[in-house]
Each structure stands twice: as C-alpha cells, then as structure tokens.
C-alpha cells in the first residue's frame, strides 16, 4: 500500500533552490544543521503518535540486500509467492520503486505479548494463532497512523512523500537495519535491542534529503537458537530461508494442500508461527504493548479447534473481522485446523467428529485435509476416526 503526498510551501521553499551564489562550508553547514532540526521534530512527532522505534535513512540498499533477494527468487525459496520475483527490481532499490525519494523514514510499533510464547503453548485441543494476528490488522492501524505523520510532514516542509506498509515492494528489514532501529537475525526477522523481535514496520519515503541515523550492526554473534528450533527445518543455514517450508508461509501463503510429509511437524500451529522469535536471546528486553489494538482478542489466544472446524464462511468471517487472519479466507484456516486436529498427541472424540463433519465440505481443499486428520486419528487408535473415512 503506498499513497502520495505534496507538502506545503513552508519558509524554506521562498528561495528558489539555486538563486544563491557558489555554496560556502558556512551555506553548507546552515543547510546540514537545517536538515538535522527537520530530521530530529520528525522523530519528536513520531513518538509523540506512538510509533516505539524511529529511524532515517538513504534511500538507497546495500548491493549485498539486492543480491539475497536475488539469490533467495533464485532457488525458489519464495514458493507460491509470485509477487517477490515480479517486483525484485523496485523491491531491490527504493529510487526505482520511486526515482524522487532521497530519504527513508522508517518507523516501529512494538506488538509484544505478556510472557513467553512458548511457555504459553497451550492445550492440543487448542489451535496457536501467532501473537500478532491476534489483535486488531496491524496493517489498518499503522496506515492510519503512517497517515497521520505524512500529514504533519507535508504541512511544514516542501517535497513530496509516498507512505508503505509491507504490502509495497519495500525491503522493510534491510532499511530497518540501516537507519538503525535493529538487524535482520539468522531467522531473516528484524531483531531490536529494545523490543526484541516483536516490532510492525512502516515506512515513509521523503523527496526531502535528510542525515541518516546511524545503521545497526548484526548482535546475533555465535547464537542460532532460532534456527534450531524452526519446527520443520526451513532453514538452509543462519540467514537462508526456505519459505516452502516455513510454518508461516504454509499456513498463510500457500494456498493448495500442504505437502503431506509437512503437515505432521505444523503440530497445534494453524495461523503463523513464532518459535523462531520468540526463543531470541534479545527478547529480554521486550516489553508488552500499550497498543489497544494489538492486545489479544477475547478467544483468539487458544482458540478449541473443534469450535473452529464446525466454522462456515459467515462465521469465519464474524470471527475474524478486522484480524490478518481473515485475508486467508474460510477454507484455508480450515485446512489448517484440520491439520492440527490430525496431529493432535491424544484426540478425542470431539475432535473425530470435527474431522468427520468436513469430509463433505464444499471445498476440496477442506476435504482432503479432513481425510488426512482421520487418518491420523485412525493410526492414534480411535475407531470412530476410522470408520469415517471414505
């Protein structure tokens, strides 16, 4: 999502910008410090709208970024994800995505929860929705107050502006790390000292050349407990993801069946997955969000996946509202369910009937993650669970 803004003539604009003769080391310090005094009532109006972390930029990347990103489109990584190949190019520099841009003001909202994630895991009976899909579409409260900061930059100084959120073509962690609010980790995340791993990114890019902060450097030294962890293996080595195999990306991306000799390591996980940040050493420094609209819903946190199996589309969708995990629609969060009700380590009864309920869905996709569930809850040794299967 990107949208355009002129800014108001403000008191700088009332000369037009090569009237003045030859520039002198005085000129050019009275424009830096000018720059540096936008640069820091920016940051000042920022946080005062609640943004928690507040960085600038170049706009530019560091070859090494476009040549990952290559590299990662390359050996398929990226999977059903089209998109990421189809806009390398703007993806890989902000000037192509837009030419006038000279700064990139990149801005956080810390999402953390209370407690630990995985302490927190939960009942088998219950589905793990990840922590930031429980709470109010991040992306609706972070346009609205990207907006607003737009706003306030375009009335006071002269120049254009594009805002973002991460469904543009912008490299959001490796312009993070260069105007210095974290690193991208071994698990290709954003890691903060200040919040750990739990920060929503935004961007706003300026035709308005400003001084860049100071970029952050990688603190992950000898540590990769979070590639480690990752449930089913998704990475090639610290810094290497396969997406094709990410929990995340084949409960939310993918959208056909999910290979079979997956779906035993998704366990209870039906929306998401944060193992890989959750068990960052960082994470000691996070704190819990003081945004409303990131606090868990009521009945989001574990929500029963036999409750959730019996869901039509109305009721998916009643559920869901205003939530990222509506986007996937009814039929893949069904898939899902289904997949962690087969890889349920004690099921009940309850569970067999949900699986046996969906066997006629509408939805192929839904039907066959039904007879997988029952076959699975068939080897467990539940006979109803056998029977039902077709």
């Known amino acids: 999502m990107s949208q355009s803004l002129s800014s108001a003539a403000g008191p700088q604009a009332s000369r037009p910008p090569n009237a003045a003769g030859p520039s002198t080391k005085a000129q050019e310090a009275a424009v830096q410090n000018s720059g540096t005094e936008i640069r820091d009532a920016i940051r000042s109006e920022a946080l005062a709208m609640g943004f928690d972390a507040v960085g600038f930029a170049e706009a530019r990347l560091a070859e090494e970024a476009r040549d990952n990103l290559g590299e990662f489109v390359a050996r ?10 189809d806009t390398a190019a703007r993806r890989g520099d902000p000037q192509v995505l837009w030419p006038e841009a000279r700064t990139v003001l990149v801005l956080g909202v810390n999402y953390g929860g209370e407690g630990d994630p995985l302490a927190a895991a939960g009942d088998p009976e219950c589905g793990e929705i990840s ?8 992306h609706d409260t972070i346009k609205k107050r990207l907006k607003a900061l737009a706003r306030w930059i375009a009335g006071r100084w002269p120049g254009e502006l594009k805002v973002f959120v991460d469904t543009a073509p912008v490299m959001e962690k490796p312009l993070a790390q260069m105007a210095g609010i974290g690193w991208q980790g071994k698990h290709t995340n954003l890691v903060s000292r200040e919040f750990g791993s739990w920060l929503f990114l935004g961007e706003i890019y300026l035709s308005l050349a400003l001084p860049a902060d100071a970029p952050e450097s990688d603190h992950c030294g000898a540590c990769q407990r979070c590639v480690d962890i990752c449930p089913t293996a998704a990475f090639d080595g610290p810094y290497r993801l396969d997406a094709r195999r990410c929990v995340s990306y084949l409960t939310i991306e993918h959208k056909g069946p999910i290979p079979q000799e997956l779906r035993p390591l998704l366990g209870n996980r039906i929306f998401g997955c944060d193992d890989c940040l959750a068990v960052c050493p960082w994470n000691k420094f996070a704190r819990a969000t003081a945004e409303p609209d990131f606090l868990p819903r009521d009945g989001l946190s574990a929500p029963r996946l036999a409750e959730l199996a019996a869901l039509d589309d109305a009721g998916f969708r009643a559920m869901f509202a205003g939530t990222a995990v509506k986007r996937i629609g009814r039929n893949r969060f069904l898939r ?3 997949t962690a009700i087969g890889n349920a380590p004690e099921p009940t009864p309850e569970l067999v009937a949900a699986a046996r309920s969906c066997l006629d869905d509408e939805s192929p996709l839904v039907r066959d993650a039904a007879e997988w569930a029952l076959g699975r809850l068939s080897a467990a040794g539940m006979p109803a669970a056998e029977a039902a299967l077709p």
């Open 76 to 85: 398929g990584y990226h999977g059903d994800m089209g998109w990421l190949a």
């Open 336 to 338: 899902n369910v289904l």
């Open 131 to 138: 922590v930031y899909a429980r709470g109010r579409d991040y």
